[in-house]
């Protein structure tokens, strides 16, 4: 049973459309993670947050866009989707620095 | 600059065999923990085990156990008795508790194939 959860697991839409991938959390975790993992399945960190209203950029740089209003809640948004965004994207959030994380389902997001 | 290293991007098994997956890392650090997570295909990454680097002994659950050599930052992880299920990705994965350094880090990932 997942607690970490991810809409939509598939999406597939045209170049230069804004959109948001949700990602939420029941387990009252203040960390939370955007990975973005490429064809090879190499994982790239791209948003972390350690808090509410604490959001840093990771060690891949991505135009997308993050935001932490809630401690549950952990979006991430691309104002103007282009083809090389093409990827899948995790989720994942752990109770401490040094925990394991727990990671959601994924999105596969295919820009046209 | 912490690094996470694992050399073999592909291995295959036979069902009820014996697998070991190698992984090295990089650290200056002294307390870090380490972590092995499975992909299925299609399907969530999932905690396999974990390891805490001030403990000597080596961390087991069930078929997998793990091989921790702190000395030569080596962490393989073992499965005894291969099962189909077991056909994934394997990543390995490090970190420390300290600031944003306490962010995972991943290797690359070994795709195991287990064979009927």
Not at chain 1, 17 to 32: A, P, R, V
Not at chain 2, 8 to 20: F, I, L, Y
Request: net charge neutral; with cysteine.
């Amino acid at each position: 049973e997942a607690d970490i959860y991810q809409t939509p697991r598939y999406l597939v839409i045209g170049t230069g459309k804004k959109i948001t991938l949700e990602c939420s959390q029941t387990m009252g975790h203040d960390k939370m993670y955007w990975y973005q993992q490429d064809p090879g399945m190499e994982l790239h960190l791209i948003h972390y947050s350690y808090g509410v209203n604490s959001t840093e950029k990771g060690d891949l740089s991505s135009e997308s866009t993050v935001s932490r209003i809630r401690t549950e809640h952990f979006p991430l948004t691309l104002e103007s989707a282009r083809p090389s965004h093409t990827s899948q994207y995790l989720c994942a959030s752990s109770e401490n620095l040094g925990s394991s994380y727990t990671f959601g389902s994924g999105t596969r997001l295919t820009v046209v | 600059a912490q690094t996470v290293t694992q050399s073999q991007p592909e291995m295959s098994v036979q069902e009820a065999e014996t697998v070991t997956l190698s992984c090295t890392y990089d650290t200056s650090e002294n307390n870090y923990y380490l972590f092995w997570y499975k992909q299925p295909p299609s399907r969530q990454m999932i905690l396999v085990i974990r390891q805490e680097a001030y403990k000597q002994q080596n961390a087991t659950e069930n078929r997998f156990s793990v091989n921790f050599q702190k000395a030569a930052k080596s962490f393989s992880l073992k499965i005894s008795d291969s099962q189909l299920g077991d056909t994934a990705m394997y990543f390995c994965a490090f970190t420390t508790n300290r600031g944003s350094q306490g962010n995972l880090i991943f290797g690359k990932g070994t795709k195991l194939s287990v064979k009927p």
